[in-house]
T-cell receptor, first 114, second 117 residues
Framework: GEDVEQSLFLSVREGDSSVINCTYT??????LYWYKQEPGAGLQLLTY?????DMKQDQRLTVLLNKKDKHLSLRIADTQTGDSAIYFC??????????????FGKGTKLSVKP | DSGVTQTPKHLITATGQRVTLRCSPR?????VYWYQQSLDQGLQFLIQ???????AKGNILERFSAQQFPDLHSELNLSSLELGDSALYFC????????????????FGEGSRLTVL
């Protein structure tokens, strides 16, 4: 079956760069996503990358995709305390009953220390 | 504010009981999705409806059921509740979601936290 894996915790100091990594199993995924969940809130789409791209940059966010290794990463430059949240990697399911729907990793909790 | 409204925000009930969670999608969104978030399982896709019809089914237990009404709001019914059903249940909506078209961006509500004692 499909699986999306992420490390559960990351702690960085304010001003440093954060890199959150994710591995996925379905090589046919057309889009890969990063969602952010702030405390007490629902998930919010942060950014996404199309599978034919290697990199996408959006202000402080850089997404890198290595299709060969099925590895996705999210880099946050100049990390701020407001970036403290849980970050979810997601791919689109292409199998079974959940086909077409997002399959999420368990989320990486980013803690930013002042 | 995502525009997706979920009620109730918190719910405490006993084992064996039945509860109903409600979701109002963003205006104009035809698809509604239900996800269960727990510490050990992470975010699990339960079920999707598109314009009133069931579109996709994930890891939803037989004790759980859902429906989408003509006004596009959705309800998730959880019955014969067990301690392990305690979780945060999210509803999300999107404009697209017809068969084979993928989800597009999902907009999530703030969730309904269910505690089963």
């Amino acid at each position: 079956g499909e699986d999306v894996e992420q490390s559960l915790f990351l702690s960085v100091r304010e001003g440093d760069s954060s890199v959150i990594n994710c591995t996925y199993t379905d090589s046919s995924s057309t889009y890969l996503y990063w969602y952010k969940q702030e405390p007490g809130a629902g998930l919010q789409l942060l950014t996404y990358i199309f599978s034919n791209m290697d990199m996408k940059q959006d202000q402080r966010l850089t997404v890198l995709l290595n299709k060969k290794d099925k590895h996705l990463s999210l880099r946050i430059a100049d990390t701020q305390t407001g970036d403290s949240a849980i970050y979810f990697c997601a791919e689109i399911s292409n199998y079974g009953g959940s086909q077409g729907n997002l399959i999420f990793g368990k989320g990486t909790k980013l803690s930013v220390k002042p | 504010d995502s525009g997706v409204t979920q009620t109730p925000k918190h719910l405490i009930t006993a084992t064996g009981q039945r509860v109903t969670l409600r979701c109002s999608p963003r205006s104009g969104d035809l698809s509604v999705y239900w996800y269960q978030q727990s510490l050990d399982q992470g975010l699990q896709f339960l079920i999707q409806y598109y314009n009133g019809e069931e579109r996709a089914k994930g890891n939803i237990l037989e004790r759980f059921s859902a429906q989408q009404f003509p006004d596009l709001h959705s309800e998730l019914n959880l019955s014969s509740l067990e301690l392990g059903d305690s979780a945060l249940y999210f509803c999300a909506s999107s404009v697209v979601g017809g068969r084979g078209r993928g989800t597009g961006e999902l907009f999530f509500g703030e969730g309904s936290r269910l505690t089963v004692l």
